[in-house]
């Protein structure tokens, strides 16, 4: 799918991208080399081509093939290759220099601080990196970031709310003397059996030093109605998510399509993450019923290196060819990327 003129030159705000799975084959070959990792491949090419083959992640589904990783054993085995503070500049810059060529003026990327102080990584090298990349790619080409540190829901909750208290200096918000990385805490990786509610006490911790909430309610999980009722209606305290990432599923139920758009909760969407898995036929008019109904959302990349290198742009193009939706709409759903961001006024209204 070709992206087009009008898709390509629109100014695109992005709020749900994985630094990790921006990681190209090339960088991570590069980093591979500077820092003596081994990989398992022998050739570039190799490497290249194992990016075609990650499977859903979802474990009651399966459907795994022997030497085959699942979609989160390849993007936490790409994780591999970062080790310096230099690294995380590294791929941070190339994303947000990617971001240039996408008319992407502002992004707010997920990091993964436990997938890499969990091997070894000191927090300050992951922390550092991103800082720079944030500045320096602010100054070289106006592309600003705020940053959004997510829990791994996988991993003990104990762990989670140590990597935020050592992150806690990077932050934004009200944390005296805070770098201002990151602006939000979210909660990523495999949901299986681990429900919103279970880190609560690390939303409620993040929300007391003023900082903004979201969280994966992925497509078609265990549990995924169940997951979505917490997000909605019953985390923070009962105010429930600022936002949500992916939450398609909610289209399913009126009580939860309902609760979004009346407590005005928008849907980070990753259309080709879907299609992957789903129908044209299916997917693109369950877009178009939550846009409808009134619920908030807006059009994001996810992982693009480890989705078959579709960036924000072609996701874009995505709902535009299969969706249904006019030029008038991809304006209004890149704007409501900018309004369920949380940029400042000035920067915001730099863009629309
Ligand atoms: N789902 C959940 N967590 C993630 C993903 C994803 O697709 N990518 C990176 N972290
Ligand atoms: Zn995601």
């Known amino acids: ?33 500077r820092n003596n990792v081994s ?22 589904l399966n459907g795994r093939q022997p030497g085959i990783p699942t979609f989160l054993e390849a993007y936490f ?14 791929l941070a810059m190339a994303y947000l220099r990617r971001c240039t060529e996408m008319n992407v003026r502002y992004t707010e990327p997920f990091f993964d601080i436990q997938a890499h102080t969990r091997r070894g990584v000191p ?27 997510c829990f791994l829901r996988d991993e003990p909750v104990e762990d989670g709310l140590a990597a935020y208290r050592e992150a806690r200096p990077w932050a934004a918000g009200i944390v005296e003397g805070g770098k201002g990385l990151f602006h939000a805490v979210g909660l990523a990786s495999n949901a299986y059996e681990r429900p919103p509610m ?11 030093d003023g900082l903004h909430i979201t969280m994966h309610c992925d497509f078609g999980q265990k549990d995924t109605y169940a997951h979505l009722n917490e997000a909605i ?3 923070c305290e009962g105010r429930g998510s600022e936002r949500i990432d992916h939450g398609l599923d909610a289209e399913d139920r009126e009580e939860l399509w309902q609760g979004l758009r009346d407590r005005n909760i928008g849907l980070t969407l990753c259309p080709h993450a879907y299609h992957r898995r789903t129908a044209t036929e299916v997917l693109f008019p369950k877009i ?21 290198d579709v960036w924000i742009d072609g996701n874009m193009q995505k709902v535009y060819t299969y969706g249904g939706f006019s030029k008038v709409d991809m304006v209004r759903l890149a ?18």
Not at 198 to 208: D, I, K, S
């Open 288 to 308: 178009r019923r939550l846009w409808e109904n009134g619920v908030k959302i807006c059009i994001n990349s996810d992982d693009p290196t480890l989705m078959h």
């Open 1 to 33: 799918l070709s992206i087009s003129p009008f898709i390509a030159d629109l100014p695109k705000v992005e709020l749900h991208v994985h630094i990790e799975g921006t990681l190209t084959p090339t960088l991570r070959w590069e980093l591979a080399h």
């Open 335 to 352: 704007r409501n990327a900018v309004d369920m961001s949380w940029a400042v006024d000035d920067v915001k209204r730099s863009i629309y």
């Open 198 to 208: 279970l880190f609560e006490e690390g939303f409620n911790l993040a929300r007391a």
């Open 39 to 60: 990989l398992p491949y022998s050739t570039f090419d190799e490497l290249k081509a194992s990016y075609a083959v990650t499977l859903n992640h979802r474990p009651e």
């Open 77 to 90: 085995a790409g994780c591999e290759v970062l080790r310096t503070e230099d690294d995380f500049y590294d």
């Open 123 to 149: 927090a300050p090298s992951v922390l550092n990196g991103y800082l720079r990349a944030q500045h320096d790619a602010k100054e070289q080409f106006n592309v600003r970031s705020r940053w959004v540190l």
């Open 233 to 235: 209606f019953r985390v």
